[in-house]
């Protein structure tokens, strides 16, 4: 089995995965049924992402003729984007998420996006590290 790819002591990593508004209603209705709270029976009209609140409001036609708004929030949405990336099935080419990430939910450009960051953890104590704003120039 391959060991499994390590940053470097003091580096940091980031990945934003910008999801289709289908990858996040698979995310969020697979992870309701895990947690044995399914959605209620009907169809999804739309889904409404809060880029303030970083919300997300699924809208679902119930079959007795009624809407139902939906709320999730980034907490849930994040534990809903661990788990669906995590799934063989919706393994994207990165590979699933990191033992020791974070991982977070964000709006890019108006965009559902999952932001996973990995940290190679402190550097040495014989290495320096310093931040320069002005070498970037």
Do not use: H, W
Not at 22 to 39: G, H, I, M, Q, Y
Not at 49 to 54: G, I, K, N, V, Y
Not at 57 to 69: F, M, W
Not at 103 to 128: H, K, N, Q, W, Y
């Amino acid at each position: 089995m391959a060991k499994p790819r390590t940053l470097p002591p003091g580096t940091e990593a980031y990945r934003a995965l910008l999801l289709r508004e289908s990858e996040l209603v698979n995310a969020l209705t697979a992870f309701r049924r895990a947690l044995k709270d399914p959605l209620p029976p009907g169809r999804i009209l739309g889904v409404q992402c809060e880029p303030r609140t970083l919300r997300v409001v699924l809208i679902v036609a119930t079959d007795e003729g009624g809407e139902r708004r939906i709320d999730f929030d980034a907490g849930e949405i994040a534990a809903a984007l661990t788990a669906f990336c995590a799934d063989a099935r919706n393994r994207v080419q990165s590979g699933p998420v990191p033992p020791g990430a974070t991982a977070s939910f964000r709006m890019i450009a108006g965009r559902p996006a999952f932001l996973i960051r990995e940290t190679g953890g402190a550097p040495p104590d014989d290495v320096a590290v310093a931040f320069n704003p002005g070498a970037a120039r």
